[in-house]
């Protein structure tokens, strides 16, 4: 699994067959238990294949809901030997697998990422890295990535000033998304612009594109130029409001997690309209937050039971009132020759007004989710970090 297993926690001391079940006991104190057609559905061995690949031949079909354990003991490489009764078949797990697999509610805390929620106060510390470092050096680029993937964004210093290397840059993330705006996309000042962070305006905090299916994820704003005066971004946790919502207003927060809201996107030019319903704040299986998705400018009228329709209606005002109050918002000054790294589907992003004097030149380009979770897992599995096992939120998608 490439990571060196070692230490008492990847060391099974003991293990004893229950017949449906077999019992681990690990050098650490740990115990787990793992079923006997969970394990006969997961065998690894050359005849079953593996879900990793996906060449595996085995179907769940043809396993019994009452198959048994006739044997099972350590082997030589500290991994676990078991037979199963049914078709006598046999199979061989490693250690390190059965430990990051283990139900136990211990390992799965242990698996589930957990945000840094912040605010205000990290305003003037914000997560940074230096790019010409992160480049040539994998520890540091997953050091830079893992704090995007906590923070849901991280300032990238001493990136050069050319315009050729944003896509080199956005990289680092992983591969490029194409969007509605190609894979790179050029921001800077048109008075009579048709994108509207092409003016020069102060822009509350929104996500981009909460119209399409799935939103950009991992954003990377790289100033080629910063503007002569104003245009800091701003970043906004929507995780972090999310909760607060919760706590403060649990009705509120159940409507904009279950009710689905409306945003739309028309571009006549090019003869595309998007819409997309889903509800504001995406949860996963433990009831968190684990996306958002929220444009006041392109949500469109409520259309749900008209009971629903002034409720609605008050939450969301609620939340925005929260979202663009200022002391919610970090305000990061990103200078000529740096790049802002955020999550669209966490991290609400804004602007303060800018100099209408064509200085700014911003270029900007989209990571998918999967794929920056992607590059996470391989960086770490190289570089022996165990957090390639993490349970990370699926996002903005429903
Ligand atoms: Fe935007
Ligand atoms: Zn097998």
Same mark, same amino acid.
């Given at each position: ?223 080629? @130029?910063?503007?002569? *005066? $104003?245009?800091?971004?701003? +970043? ?6 999310? #909760? /607060?919502? %919760? =706590? ?17 996107? @028309?571009?006549?030019? *090019? $003869?595309?309209?998007?819409? +997309? ?6 949860? #996963? /299986?433990? %009831? =968190? ?35 663009? #109050? /200022? ?72």
């Amino acid at each position: 699994m490439g990571i060196v297993a070692t230490s008492p926690r990847f060391t099974i001391n003991h293990v004893d067959n229950r017949s449906d079940h077999l019992d681990v006991a690990w050098a650490d104190g740990h115990q787990s238990r793992f079923d006997a057609v969970w394990l006969r559905h997961t065998c690894r061995c050359d005849a079953c294949g593996t879900y990793e690949s996906g060449i595996r031949p085995l179907r769940l079909t043809e396993i019994p809901d009452d198959i048994a354990l006739s044997e099972a003991g350590l082997n030589g490489d500290g991994g676990v030997d078991v037979v199963w009764s049914s078709d006598g078949h046999s199979g061989r797990f490693d250690a390190d697998w059965l430990r990051s697999t283990c139900n136990s509610p211990a390992e799965r805390r242990r698996r589930r990422w957990t945000p840094t929620l912040w605010g205000r106060e990290i305003e003037g510390r914000v997560p940074e890295a230096d790019y010409a470092v992160c480049k040539t050096d994998d520890d540091a680029r997953l050091t830079m990535l893992e704090a995007l993937r906590d923070y849901g964004f991280v300032l990238l210093r001493n990136v050069p000033d050319d315009p050729e290397v944003t896509a080199e840059i956005a990289a680092l993330a992983g591969p490029l998304r194409v969007t509605n705006y190609g894979s790179v996309y050029d921001f800077t000042y048109q008075p009579d612009a048709l994108v509207y962070g092409d003016l020069n305006v102060k822009l509350d905090p929104h996500c981009d594109e909460p119209y399409r299916q799935a939103p950009p994820s991992i954003t990377c704003f790289h100033f080629v @130029r910063a503007a002569s *005066t $104003g245009g800091a971004s701003t +970043m906004t946790d929507g995780f972090r409001l999310g #909760d /607060e919502m %919760r =706590e403060q207003d649990p009705e509120a927060f159940k409507l904009l997690s279950t009710v689905p809201l409306t945003h739309y996107r @028309r571009l006549l030019k *090019t $003869g595309r309209d998007f819409r +997309m319903r889903a509800p504001v704040f995406s949860l #996963d /299986e433990e %009831r =968190e937050v684990a996306g958002i998705r929220l444009n006041d400018r392109g949500a469109g009228p409520i259309d749900a039971d008209s009971e629903l329709v002034r409720p609605m209606l008050r939450a969301l005002r609620k939340l925005e009132a929260m979202l663009f #109050d /200022e002391a919610n918002q970090v305000v990061v000054p990103v200078g000529s020759g740096e790049a802002l790294f955020f999550n669209n589907q966490r991290v609400l992003h804004g602007r303060t007004e800018f100099a209408p004097d064509g200085e700014r030149y911003m270029r900007t380009c989209n990571v998918e989710l999967d794929e920056f979770y992607s590059t996470l897992r391989m960086l770490a599995q190289q570089q022996g970090r165990e957090g390639a096992f993490m349970n990370l939120p699926h996002g903005a998608l429903t």
